[in-house]
């Protein structure tokens, strides 16, 4: 009976340290690595690496290469490109995926963070501060100064460099048109609407035009440039 006892005994002994080290590996990061190509075989470089539909730091390198360690209940990595959208894996206990997107992907411009630059919550995303073609922060439509403006048009076109008004319509200067329309796209609180006809300008918070590279985040939508529009809260009035 002893030598049974002495026998399980030992035999726990073994089993319980390789226990615990398997418990403190299902813990541990997996590391994720592949490359990423276009329709061409073409390496893209600057693409940025995904984990459940999460942006990370990581980006492709010149080669088109990632390498990223992730949590071991993560299901889906992705590479997000600013050209050709995105593409998404399921990881399913894979250590290596690689990505191909159809066609080609033109390379992707992606600048280093600095300390002094400032973002501006643009609704739908952030943008650079000096990415955006016109920033009037701070107009508040209950100061006298705006009393004179009739509607939110007059506002625009008295407040906001860089933009053509025509009665109600507007056209963001230096914005190229992919569409026989020239109007921008309007964004009032992270919402796009067709028309800003019933704003007032004691309702205006802030307004900020984008065009280029800083309207992109909206797509082709943001061909004609985009008007983005803070309304001021109840509260804060």
């Known amino acids: 009976m002893k030598t049974r006892i002495a026998i399980v005994s030992a035999f726990i002994l073994i089993i319980l340290p390789c226990y615990n080290s398997y418990g403190q590996k299902t813990n541990r990061k997996v590391t994720i690595s592949g490359y990423v190509v276009d329709g061409t075989q073409s390496s893209v470089a600057n693409a940025i690496v995904t984990v459940d539909g999460q942006k990370t730091d990581v980006l492709t ?3 088109g290469y990632y390498k990223i360690k992730v949590k071991p209940g993560s299901a889906k990595i992705g590479i997000l490109t600013l050209t050709n959208g995105a593409l998404e894996e399921e990881i399913n206990g894979r250590t290596r995926i ?7 992907v033109p390379d992707q411009v992606v600048e280093k963070a600095s300390p002094d630059d400032d973002v501006v919550d643009i609704g739908y995303g952030k943008v650079k501060r000096r990415d955006v073609t016109s920033n009037v922060n701070k107009i508040d439509g209950n100061n006298p100064k705006y009393a004179s403006y009739r509607n939110i048009y007059d506002m625009i076109r008295g407040e906001v460099p860089g933009v053509q008004v025509v009665g109600n319509s507007i056209k963001i200067q230096g914005a190229s048109s992919l569409t026989l329309s020239t109007e921008p796209l309007y964004v009032v609180d992270g919402v796009t609407v067709n028309s800003i006809d019933n704003i007032l300008p004691y309702q205006v918070k802030s307004i900020q035009v984008l065009k280029g ?5 909206y797509g082709s939508r943001g061909a004609n440039g985009v008007i983005v529009i803070n309304l001021v809260n109840s509260g804060d009035r």
């Open 213 to 217: 590279s800083s309207a992109s985040i």
């Open 61 to 63: 390198n010149d080669k």
């Open 98 to 104: 690689n990505f191909q997107f159809e066609g080609s």
